[in-house]
């Protein structure tokens, strides 16, 4: 994924009320603008690090500027627009680069399933094989080499678990997809320490049949793609 037009940077100087950042400006002037991600962003906005925006040329829009990637001072990359996440596992998939996940002839986006209401993701069909549910999570949140899911307790992402799980039980094939979209990390595990029934609930759909599968990301001001395998753990 190219980012057009190019991304502009400033230096972040705070973030509040979820969806609003301010940033500082090479010219030293200050702008608000608009953050997609609802989390925690532990790690992730601290206050001096360089923030890469996009602009949108929509006139209706309150913000015109939102916040896409994070290079921390450390020299990590970020992606924090969660909304990209998606597209990058989408775009993979049909470039080949997710060998675990080849073969299908056929993608389907935010269709309905499930006792819960749910939407999937992503849904690959193809002749003579189940089909497979994809639920795609952003991971961002680093500690100790490792990156952790999630970084706030999620009651949604439990009904996702459990939506997984009974497509398992019917005979569908379903995958929990970690796009890993910060640079520094190595390896992903459930976040017991933040919501240890999202982890209970992981462990127990792995072992009905539900697929992890992690994929880290090459990231900077001109794009993201999704590349790199890395291993998942239920430490």
């Not at 609003?20 to 609802?38: R, W």
């Not at 002749?127 to 706030?152: H, M, W």
């Not at 009974?166 to 890993?180: E, K, S, T």
Request: hydrophobic content about 35%; proline content about 4%; some cysteine.
């Amino acid at each position: 994924m190219l980012f057009a037009p190019p991304l502009q940077s400033g230096r972040l100087i705070q973030r509040y009320k979820r969806f609003l950042a301010d940033v500082q400006l090479t010219d030293g002037s200050e702008m608000t603008m608009h953050c997609a991600n609802t989390g925690a962003m532990t790690g992730c906005a601290t206050p001096g690090d360089t923030v890469w925006y996009s602009t949108s040329d929509n006139l209706k829009r309150k913000y015109a500027h939102s916040w896409e990637l994070t290079q921390t001072q450390q020299g990590h990359w970020i992606c924090v627009n969660t909304m990209r996440a998606n597209t990058l596992v989408q775009e993979a998939i049909a470039a080949g680069r997710i060998k675990e996940l080849s073969g299908y002839t056929k993608v389907r986006t935010e269709v309905r399933y499930g006792e819960e209401n749910s939407r999937i993701d992503l849904l690959l069909q193809a002749e003579n094989r189940p089909d497979c549910y994809i639920e795609v999570k952003s991971v961002t949140l680093l500690q100790q080499g490792c990156g952790y899911f999630p970084d706030a307790v999620t009651l949604r992402g439990q009904k996702h678990l459990r939506e997984l799980a009974q497509q398992v039980q019917n005979g569908q094939r379903a995958v929990l997809f970690f796009a890993v979209l910060h640079t520094g990390i190595e390896k992903v595990a459930p976040a017991q320490h933040i919501d240890p029934q999202y982890a209970k609930l992981l462990a127990q759909a792995c072992a009905l049949g539900v697929e992890v599968i992690c994929y880290g990301a090459q990231i900077n001001a001109e794009g993201i793609e999704l590349n790199n395998p890395l291993p998942f753990g239920l430490y």
